[in-house]
């Protein structure tokens, strides 16, 4: 069976990718972790791995207030 998955630039709205991209060098700071525009081949795995995963973690917890404050949880 063919993946969906097309690869990590694809943006399933891409009006998005701008917002996106802000929100990812604004966890970046917030952790610490020196993201700059461009080429980023200088930082580890971990180092790009845990802006992701904050990123999630900050998108799961909006969801779960806006849930909350819509009565849906």
């Known amino acids: 069976m063919a993946s969906n ?6 943006t399933q709205v891409p009006e998005a ?3 996106l991209d802000r929100f ?6 917030e952790i610490g972790v020196p993201l700059k525009q461009g080429y980023n081949g200088d930082l580890t795995s ?3 791995g845990s ?3 904050e990123m999630v973690r ?3 917890k909006k969801q779960e207030e ?6 849906t949880i």
């Open 51 to 53: 802006i992701g995963g």
């Open 66 to 71: 806006q849930m909350k404050s819509s009565g």
């Open 5 to 10: 998955n097309s690869g990590s630039k694809r």
């Open 58 to 60: 900050q998108m799961i």
């Open 46 to 48: 971990a180092q790009t």
């Open 17 to 19: 990718r701008e917002a």
């Open 24 to 29: 990812k060098m604004e966890v970046a700071s």
